[in-house]
């Protein structure tokens, strides 16, 4: 096989395997089937694509790939099984396969329907968003279990539950009617949330950011805007963009992760400011937001500062206090106690950090401790600074945060 040919391979797999697999799972009516649809198609493409050229159309020429094997799997099994619904079931499978050129809107919307298949009502609330992280993002089951704090196993055995909840179920492959949205909308919305905070902080590896996944969850997030205008939708949508207009300043050239305080503002994507800042708006006016609506209003308020000394911590501080009696959590309390910090002193933050900490909820979370850590420093308390520090450093899993926090430590020696 030419290099060229393999390396074209793997980029279209990276880049195309979760659309595909979704639109396998459409054809196919079948997770597992389609999982192994998906790995067939790319061992064909690396036996016939060097022979024969790459298609025009790679990612319809996969799907049907993926599709036609299928088929003959199933067949072949039938002979050897007693499997009564065989016939019918290939008989569906092999109606004429849509005119692909022609089908580009269905072969983008059916990642949204596989979501809302992932997130129906009849799945528990976690096993929702594990699976859809898993089969519609493609995060590995690892991932998924650190991003929710939880053994690999655990999430791994939900996966198969939720599974095998839609196969017996008989979930129906669909985007919901207008009428069922709004109670759905929910599940989905968290969904996509989670995939763009692994996309913005990725939770491992050798990147602060995963750009595919990030740009994946705005892509979903504009599509439910467009389906639903919803103020909640519209926040998150708006909360996404404004996150993501800081990604090119957020490393170093070097890949060396900058702090907010310290990024090169001119480096921040202004349309993307713009149009979130609209979204903020429109989704605030209605007054019927939620807790996206207010984190893209803090968003918001970050991307209003032309320096990071003109931020305006009153307003920040004001909005957390909002969004805390709306939706209260840990994390959203450790970035309060931070803007508290920056108001009022560090004293005030550090007083809350602790007695957070001493909840328990975020003693294995490691910007905690290095918020921890940042305060001491401030307030001249070295030794705690550098324990703190520490912590954090044993908890963190990515890279450049790894890097960060040991030259933070490697200062505080220096002192």
Not at 143 to 158: D, G, H, K, N, S
Request: with cysteine; glycine share 4%; proline share 5%.
């Amino acid at each position: 096989m030419s290099a060229p040919v393999a390396d074209t391979v793997d980029a279209i797999y990276r880049a195309e395997s979760r659309r595909i697999f979704a639109t396998l799972v459409r054809l196919l009516g079948d997770f597992d089937l389609a999982e192994e649809a998906l790995h067939d198609a790319f061992r064909s493409a690396l036996e016939q694509w060097p022979r024969d050229g790459v298609p025009a159309n790679p990612r319809a020429w996969l799907v049907s790939a993926g599709r036609f094997k299928s088929i003959d799997g199933i067949r072949r099994q039938a002979r050897f099984t007693a499997w009564d619904d065989a016939a019918e079931h290939t008989a569906a499978l092999a109606d004429p396969a849509p005119a692909w050129d022609d089908a580009t809107e269905d072969l983008e919307d059916d990642r949204l329907r596989l979501v809302f298949t992932c997130c129906h009502p009849a799945l528990a609330p976690d096993a929702q968003v594990a699976l859809t992280l898993r089969e519609v993002c493609g995060l590995a089951t690892e991932e998924i279990a650190r991003a929710f704090l939880v053994p690999a196993p655990t999430v791994a055995q939900r996966i198969v539950r939720a599974k095998a909840r839609i196969r017996d179920a008989r979930i129906p492959y669909q985007v919901p009617s207008l009428a069922e949205l709004p109670e759905r909308l929910d599940a989905v919305l968290c969904v996509v949330y989670l995939v763009f905070n692994e996309g913005y902080a990725a939770s491992s590896g050798e990147s602060v950011t995963r750009a595919d996944l990030s740009a994946e969850a705005i892509r979903l997030g504009r599509l439910l805007a467009d389906l639903l205008p919803d103020p909640e939708a519209l926040g998150l949508l708006a909360l996404m963009l404004l996150h993501d207009s800081r990604r090119a300043a957020r490393t170093s050239t070097e890949g060396e992760l900058v702090l907010l305080d310290a990024q090169d503002r001119r480096l921040w994507h202004r349309a993307q400011i713009e149009e979130g800042a609209a979204l903020v708006e429109r989704a605030l006016l209605s007054r019927r937001f939620g807790p996206y609506a207010l984190q893209a209003a803090i968003a918001a308020v970050h991307a209003e500062a032309k320096e990071a000394a003109a931020t305006d911590w009153p307003q920040i501080v004001g909005l957390y206090d909002v969004l805390l009696r709306l939706d209260p959590s840990p994390v959203a309390e450790l970035n309060r106690a931070a803007a508290i910090a920056m108001r009022d002193g560090p004293a005030a933050g550090l007083a809350l950090i602790d007695a957070l900490l001493a909840r328990g909820e975020l003693a294995d979370y490691h910007l905690a401790h290095g918020a921890r850590a940042e305060l001491c420093r401030r307030l001249g308390r070295i030794g705690e600074a550098r324990a703190a520090y520490e912590r954090a450093l044993s908890l963190a899993r990515q890279l450049p945060e790894r890097q960060f926090l040991e030259r933070q430590l490697t200062l505080l020696h220096l002192k």
